[in-house]
């Protein structure tokens, strides 16, 4: 197919020795001078640089500032074989980081996760299967040869192919002595399969018609715009946006489908794979780093037409990116908690919004941001307002646990007891949900009434039974199930207390000593793909109780599913949290969209001790209309987002003394923040006051909407030195406040 020109602002040509400025992703705050390399250079290529005693990448970002002894100045080594990035992703990545406060080398660090990018591809030895002896199989080696056979197609390098099957590389290298393996040249990155946006997909309903229409329109216009795709689980969304990413690929642009990572299974891909002939490029953590660099560079040269991928791929380098879908639009999982803080959901408005492409939020329960983002007039809303097929959401009911005949230690209400029992006598399958990992939250010691913590965090230790240790869910920290309590030393005192997942599990299987009962939860599972296939396994029927966190409330279909059980629906409601109310709705409303997706209707049963509480009555009602109304005016009133500004500052460091003395300067010289009528509050310490043995201290800063904040942060926080080991992180737009 032919496509248009693009028009994009020009980019300088250098010749040999001029003067150039390069960004490394080396942790420098600014970018550095080099002379143009023999044969010159121009804007955006990627080029290798001396750095000190070594060798870094970069990119040609501009002009070189110059202003001193340029007799210094070093030339460039070589300009990298690697597709030259475009000047509106250098737009994108100067805005993101002014958005985010983040600096550059970090950001061109996100836009640059292709492993081995200049290399030469000539030198890559990889792996894939050869004939195996089965005479001399090995358990580790058979293990190599598992992992090879569930990913036929690929070739993974040594490393990769030892970690994925848990082995040293030397038993990889025993299999290809043995010729079970082989060892060839890595294969050249080569274009995925054509994806046909001519193929005919499934006759839509009405008003799935009619939102497709507009959607397709908006996604052939070449310009920017967002819309809210609204629609309850089930409604028909995808197929929906999939119509849109159809008329993109007409018009010869690209698309890009975000789903949070737990989402990214095949059932998706086959999707797509119906729709247009083909699966699309894949880019997440479950993808080899071969696989990686193959999607990096066809997004770059135009080889991958349609990238499914998690929120990262919002920096690869699309040659002509035309839509934008955000599936799930509301889930936590999209704002980036470590590194570089961003929501994907900002940041994909925004990279549309340089390259004159569409974004389409899609969810069942759209976050108030996008809400108020449409009120404003900001955003298109389109709803889908049935289940596709005309199949009943799921009924909601609330058990009043203040009513139900339950011993101590045991969370399954017999009114629960019976809905799961008739599910087992029709061969259908519960859910059974609660969102807390492990055995159980707390271990209370019966003699002294301590509760085991974390040495490095200010948490408590999390019993897992399966893993048979304790584990700090902020640090990750383990460690054996003592015998005797930390602090009295007192034997055989240490008890468990409250339900988690795997504790549900073990009730589970008392009450129902016949049923296959499985737990669902991250820790439970080696990798994101071994979880993802097991939840495959599920939904074809491998178990009849499932037990499970917020991973089973995301984008799986359960066709055998008819009862969503909700342990504690009160959970979420506890704290203080401002947001606590929009999430709990969210999560209720998405797990109970779990059930009855097939031909057979669900329920889903919510066991609470305050059925009056209001976002209770709201989830039970689905008056989602309702709910954000009151959610919308609580926010107003209070001034925080989407109805005001907000930036989280955290600073953390071994020493207590001087993260606060730090605190309390930063509070002293609030000049630039009170200038725009912005106000701070604290230093308090953060939510988890110590996490990996550094004290955290967090403080608030609040603005009106239209207030600069990001300027004026940046003016704030310049004027404090930050030395030794402090640690000083951004957070624009928290997630809890
Ligand atoms: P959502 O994304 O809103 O959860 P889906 O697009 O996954 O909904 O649709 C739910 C189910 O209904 C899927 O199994 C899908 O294949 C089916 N479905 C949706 N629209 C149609 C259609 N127009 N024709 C046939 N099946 C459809
Ligand atoms: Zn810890």
Same mark, same amino acid.
């Given at each position: ?15 040999? &020795? ?6 490394? @992703?080396? /942790?420098?705050? =600014?970018? +550095? $001078?080099?002379? *143009?390399?023999? #044969? !010159? ?88 299967? &050869? ?6 199989? @090995?358990? /580790?080696?058979? =293990?190599? +040869? $598992?992992?090879? *056979?569930?990913? #036929? !197609? ?103 489908? +975000? ?479």
């Amino acid at each position: 197919t032919s496509r248009p020109q693009i028009a994009g602002p020009m980019q300088d040509r250098f010749a040999e &020795g001029d003067l150039i400025a390069v960004l490394t @992703t080396q /942790p420098l705050d =600014r970018t +550095l $001078d080099y002379r *143009a390399p023999a #044969g !010159g250079c121009g804007t955006g290529d990627f080029v290798e640089v001396p750095l000190g005693p070594r060798k870094v990448m970069g990119v040609v970002w501009g002009e070189g500032e110059g202003g001193y002894d340029l007799s210094k100045v070093r030339p460039v080594f070589r300009v990298l074989d690697v597709p030259s990035m475009r000047a509106e992703m250098q737009t994108f990545l100067t805005r993101a980081a002014e958005y985010t406060l983040t600096p550059m080398p970090a950001m061109l660090r996100l836009a640059t996760r292709a492993p081995g990018l200049g290399q030469d591809v000539s030198l890559r030895k990889v792996y894939a299967r &050869g004939p195996s002896d089965p005479d001399r199989m @090995t358990e /580790p080696r058979q =293990r190599v +040869l $598992d992992v090879l *056979a569930e990913y #036929g !197609g690929l070739a993974f390098t040594l490393k990769e192919l030892a970690e994925m099957a848990g082995v040293g590389t030397s038993v990889v290298k025993g299999l290809v002595k043995q010729g079970a393996v082989d060892e060839r040249q890595a294969p050249r990155d080569t274009p995925y399969p054509h994806l046909d946006p001519d193929m005919a997909g499934k006759p839509l309903a009405p008003d799935q018609a009619e939102a497709a229409a507009a959607l397709s329109r908006a996604a052939q216009s070449r310009r920017y715009g967002t819309t809210m795709l609204r629609g309850v689980t089930g409604s028909g969304k995808t197929e929906v946006y999939l119509e849109a990413v159809a008329a993109c690929l007409k018009a010869g642009r690209q698309a890009l489908v +975000l789903l949070p990572e737990i989402a990214l299974t095949s059932e998706f891909l086959s999707r797509v794979e119906a729709r247009f002939g083909a699966k699309p490029a894949e880019w997440h953590h479950g993808v080899t780093q071969t696989e990686r660099r193959r999607c990096w560079k066809m997004a770059a040269e135009d080889g991958a037409q349609l990238v499914v991928g998690a929120r990262s791929s919002l920096f690869l380098p699309f040659r002509d990116l035309g839509l934008i879908v955000v599936d799930e639009e509301h889930d936590t999982s999209y704002k980036q908690e470590d590194g570089v803080l961003y929501s994907a959901r900002d940041m994909a408005v925004l990279r549309a919004s340089i390259t004159g492409a569409q974004v389409v939020l899609a969810s069942a329960t759209p976050s108030l941001e996008t809400w108020a983002n449409v009120e404003a007039g900001k955003y298109a809303a389109l709803t889908l307002t049935s289940r596709f097929g005309d199949r009943a959401m799921p009924g909601m009911r609330a058990i009043d646990m203040r009513t139900e005949d339950l011993p101590g230690g045991r969370w399954v209400s017999p009114s629960l007891q019976a809905q799961i029992a008739d599910r087992l006598e029709r061969g259908e399958q519960s859910l059974l949900f609660l969102n807390r990992r492990g055995y159980a939250p707390v271990t209370i010691c019966r003699a002294c009434g301590e509760m085991v913590g974390c040495d490095q965090c200010d948490a408590r230790m999390v019993e897992h039974r399966f893993l048979k240790r304790l584990v700090c869910h902020q640090c990750g920290e383990t460690k054996p199930m003592p015998e005797a309590c930390p602090s009295c030393k007192v034997e055989g005192k240490l008890a468990p207390v409250g339900p988690g997942v795997e504790r549900m599990a073990e009730e589970a299987a008392a009450l129902f000593p016949d049923a296959r009962v499985e737990v669902l939860s991250s820790d439970m599972y080696a990798s994101a793909r071994a979880l993802k296939a097991r939840i495959e396994a599920i939904a074809e029927g491998a178990a009849d109780i499932v037990v499970g966190t917020q991973l089973v409330a995301k984008g799986h279909n359960f066709p055998l599913l008819t009862l969503v059980g909700v342990i504690d629906a009160d959970l979420g409601l506890q704290g203080s949290d401002l947001r606590a109310a929009e999430r709990t709705f969210q999560l209720m409303r998405q797990v109970a969209g779990r059930a009855g997706r097939a031909e057979r209707p669900g329920e889903a049963w919510l066991q609470t001790f305050q059925p009056e509480h209001h976002v209770i009555k709201a989830i039970l009602s689905g008056d989602e209309d309702g709910f954000w109304r009151a959610e919308a005016a609580e926010r107003k009133a209070a001034g925080v987002p989407p109805y005001g500004r907000m930036a989280g500052i955290v600073l953390s460091s071994p020493d207590i003394q001087a993260v606060f003395d730090l605190g309390n300067r930063l509070a002293r010289v609030d000049g630039p923040l009170r200038r725009i009528g912005a106000q701070v509050f604290g230093p308090a310490p953060a939510p988890i006051a110590r996490i990996r043995g550094r004290h955290r201290l967090r403080m608030l800063v609040k603005a009106e909407k239209g207030a600069p904040l990001q300027p004026a942060l940046a003016a704030w926080l310049a004027q404090v030195p930050i030395k030794g080991d402090i640690r000083l992180s951004v957070d624009i737009d928290p997630q809890s406040f």
